[in-house]
């Protein structure tokens, strides 16, 4: 295709109308608005940041304002009748730190909203009742039943999220204002809000409760996100010549129980850098409070490609209470590898969607245990090549210097160095950033792990202990060497063991098998 007729990327661009207008790739989502705005009237969607929510909500904004023309040759062009409905549109940014500050975006956003649809609002009122308000005299002015879309509904709550009594106030706040929703409900046309979270317990949604949440219905899998057709089709001629194993390899995976789907924020960056793979998605803001969690809560990394949690827990989170495996998954950091029925029960199988948030996440782990980036990359390049060499005696000796290097600070006023999961995590984390053929074993809540490393011609299984015990015997009782041994691979056994008041490996033994 001739580069002067060729749609541009749409990146930072989040207006359906703007994409439409100004000659940007759109992948056709509206089926599925179709469908949403035809069956249900109160709708929640729950999605990873960056994950599109913002397009698919504009998308539902033009088609309510009956802009016909922009969706020529779109699937709901010729099946939806178009009549145009007063929308109010509310996406929460800024700085919601602080009680004035919140004060202030929440005006903003409705003296805006107000100022679009030429009604005026009196700012001597609360701010729930100022948004009550804006429903019913919008409502009034257009004898038409009013459209309300939210993007980022959560974003005030989780801006706070180490901040208990600022959390608390936005979480009340945020009920005050949602709750009038439901209270103009002979005015509401339709209401969609999205979000990274949806909050147990905080009673956000108890003024609604008859919204329905589509965010794990299969039929609205695929409602964010590109898919690999899309991919073959829509973005064909950004991606000639580009390596798409290893492109699926880095950014596809991401599943919410129909197809796989790539976040568009990772493709539309890897095709605009020329096919440079890059941590896109996950250096566009990794919170740190994330990486903090899981240490505290000793966390084994190799468990987070087999997870198992029941439906209710995966829908929903006690902010005051947070299970990580949830946030973990409402972040987009895992993702759902199964659905499966266990005695009448429907559980989820997580799994880490794709190689970029593998690395990312085992780097991000890796910069708060290792003080120096730069000696973080010299020990791992270092461990590379002692493992393709076979040479044991200095990967004991680089182990030992990494556990040293950690600062005292992340042991103490904890009891994380008494788990060998601690020692195992870290040492996984360091192979695993390498890329190498990697499998962890099994894990186990002690932090049983059985390690296995594949590079070049060498097989390296791991058995760790803290304390005393000999790791070689119980690899060589469990077996775990007999499925390497009819590849013709060299095979090594070593047991690691680990000094908890030394805070460093006590013994490092290996035999070629």
Known sequence: MNNRHRKKLPIGIHSFSEIITG?????????????????????????????????????????????????????????????????????????????VNFQSEVQSVLSWNAECLGVTLDKDLELSSQFDSLIKKTYKKYTKRVVILIDEYDKPILDNITDPAMRNYARNMLKGLYEHIKYNDEYVRFAFLTGVSKFSKVSIFSGLNNIVDISLYPQYGNICGYTQPDLETSFQPYLEGADMEKVKHWYDGYNFLKDNVYNPFDILNFCASGHSYRNYWFESGTPTFLIKLMQEKQFFLPDLQNIKVGEEILQSFDIDNIELPVLLYQAGYLTIKEAVTVRDGLYYQLRIPNFEVQKSLNEAILNTVTPSVVEKTKMQDNLYAVLEQADLETFKNYLTRIFANIPYHNYSNNYIAQYEGFYASIIYTYLYSLNMPFAAEDCTNQGRIDMSIMIEDNVYIIEFKMGTGDGIAQIMEKKYCEKYQKQGKNIYAIGINFDKEKRNISEFNYIKI
């Open 23 to 99: 000659n940007y790739v759109y992948v056709d989502k509206t089926q599925e608005a179709y469908q949403l705005l035809n069956t249900y009237k109160y709708v929640f969607l729950s999605r990873p940041r960056r994950f599109g929510k913002s397009l698919f909500l504009t998308t539902l904004q033009a088609i309510f304002e009956g802009k016909k023309e922009l969706f020529k040759n779109l699937y709901i062009y010729d099946k939806y009748d178009f009549e145009a409905h007063p929308v109010i549109r509310i996406h929460w940014g800024g700085d919601f730190t602080s009680e």
